[in-house]
Structures are given as structure tokens and as C-alpha cells.
């Protein structure tokens, strides 16, 4: 049971892409298919997985395993959905880490800096409903005077980002 845990969510973690949300239909199917828990049974735990702090496929997959084979069984899952990823990781960092000093290599993130700013500022304007028009109120003003003090705390005072985070957190929970 524990092994079949292990392997079932190891093959799930190999081959997903695009995220927690994306992978749980085929947890689903193979959860399902193993008799491990009923369809409602199954909605539920995704439903408490979503509910906990951290990845939801690996939340959900954990829960799975606690409820099919206890304590074994959630470590065994967790180990399954994380492994692969963790294996990837070790293998690229390693392979860039022997290309680091290569001037192609050091070119090519040296041109992805530009693209990943641009990418992080357009997910900033879209979550925050800036991207929509007449989305811009007394709210929006006052978003990006936080914004902008933050920044100001960061780089003048050089203020621990938790600190700021913190900051940021209770002036939206007084003024907003």
C-alpha cells in the first residue's frame, strides 16, 4: 500500500505541468481508480488541501495518503508528488551551475532579466485590477502610495522585507 502510494503520486509528479490546480483531475483518476477514497470523499480533502497554507497537489496527495495508510501513507505520497521535481531541479542547478562562468550562458540571463520584470509587473497589474479600465479609484491611488512607500522603506532605510510586508499588511487593513 505505502509503495503503491509512493510510486502512484511519483509517476503524477514526474509528468505534471502548470500546477497544483492542473494535476488534480488525474489525482482524481488515480485515486479513484486505486479505490482509495470515494469521488465525495476526495472532493473534500482537495477542498481542506485548498484551504491549508502551501501547494495544493501536494496538500491534497498528503491527506490522501494520511487517510489510506496513516502516517506512513501522507509521508509516502508527499515524498511521491515532491521527489520528482526535486530531482529536476538538482540535475538543471547543476548542469547551469557548470555553465555558469560560460559567456553565452551568462548573455542569455543576463537578456532574460528585462523579460521576467516585465512578466512580474504585468501579473502585479492584472491581480491587482489595474490592467481594466476605470479600475483606478481612491482604492487604486492609495494601493500605490503603499507601493510606493514600501519601496521607499526598502531601499532608504533598508528595512527588513517582512518588516515592510508587515507594514504594508496594516496600513491596507486601516486605510482600505
Not at 503520486?9 to 483531475?25: E, L
Not at 491534497?60 to 511521491?80: H, R
Amino acid at each position: 500500500m505505502i509503495w503503491d502510494l509512493f510510486l502512484t503520486f511519483f509517476k503524477i509528479g514526474f509528468i505534471s505541468f502548470g500546477g497544483g490546480y492542473s494535476v488534480i483531475p488525474m489525482i482524481q483518476t488515480k485515486v479513484i481508480s486505486h479505490g482509495w477514497m470515494t469521488t465525495a470523499e476526495f472532493q473534500k480533502a482537495v477542498s481542506l488541501a485548498g484551504m491549508a497554507p502551501g501547494p495544493i497537489a501536494t496538500n491534497a496527495v498528503t491527506l490522501i495518503g494520511y487517510d489510506t495508510a496513516g502516517i506512513a501513507g501522507a509521508i509516502a505520497a508527499c515524498v511521491g508528488i515532491v521527489l520528482p521535481s526535486l530531482l529536476v531541479v538538482i540535475l538543471l542547478s547543476a548542469f547551469f551551475f557548470k555553465l555558469r562562468n560560460n559567456k553565452t550562458m551568462k548573455s542569455l540571463f543576463y537578456g532574460l532579466r528585462p523579460v521576467v520584470t516585465g512578466l512580474i509587473f504585468y501579473a502585479a497589474l492584472h491581480f491587482g485590477g489595474f490592467d481594466k479600465p476605470g479600475s483606478y479609484t481612491w482604492t487604486t491611488g492609495f494601493t500605490l502610495l503603499i507601493c510606493a512607500g514600501c519601496l521607499w522603506l526598502l531601499f532608504k532605510y533598508k528595512l527588513h522585507p517582512l518588516t515592510v510586508i508587515a507594514a504594508a499588511g496594516a496600513a491596507g487593513i486601516i486605510f482600505l
